[in-house]
């Protein structure tokens, strides 16, 4: 018995035309739709969860540096009117600097915005440029207890070190 060679590439021709006239049925097409539709959906709820945890990161954070620059200013007033102010604000500062990895530099200005003193990381000038300045008014309470006066001023800057890697970490976890 002799095969026809066109014979069976037709047939393969017909197998193949009756498969896709399966696989591309209308209800594959709605399928396939449906399927695409909830996929693009999860992946735009996944974005917007992963922008909006960010931003609150962000608010979060500058919360924090807020909070922590005032905390410095009061430590920093209360140590400019003990007996050693030098000696005291010197030793809060480094202390404060060596504590924290986000600390980049803290400065203290008198009222005539004159440098009283400055603690840094040995950091390059770069990495000192990226941090973020935050400032906070120093205050004396007077002997009232209702009235203060401004005495000067105290700069944090933060490196955002602790919140960079929360958004590393979490940024490889939403996509992954």
Do not use: C
């Amino acid at each position: 018995m002799v095969t026809d060679p066109l014979n069976k590439m037709e047939s393969r021709g017909q197998v193949l035309t009756v498969w896709k006239k399966k696989f591309f049925s209308s209800e594959n097409k709605i399928l396939l739709l449906v399927i695409t539709t909830i996929s693009f959906s999860f992946l735009i709820v996944a974005y917007a969860i992963y922008i909006n945890y960010h931003n609150s990161l962000n608010n979060n954070y500058d919360r924090f540096a807020n909070m922590l620059t005032n905390v410095v200013s009061v430590g920093g007033a209360e140590r400019l009117t003990s007996r050693n102010p030098e000696f005291e604000i010197k030793t809060f500062t480094d202390g404060m600097v060596a504590s924290s990895d986000d600390i980049a530099a803290i400065e203290f200005y008198n009222a005539r915005h004159r440098l009283i003193y400055k603690s840094s990381k040995q950091l390059s000038r770069e990495e000192m440029r990226n941090a973020t300045d935050y400032s906070a008014p120093m205050r004396r309470v007077m002997p009232d207890g209702i009235e203060s006066k401004v005495i000067g001023s105290v700069h944090v800057k933060l490196t955002g070190k602790t919140l960079h890697e929360i958004k590393s970490a979490t940024s490889n976890i939403i996509f992954w």
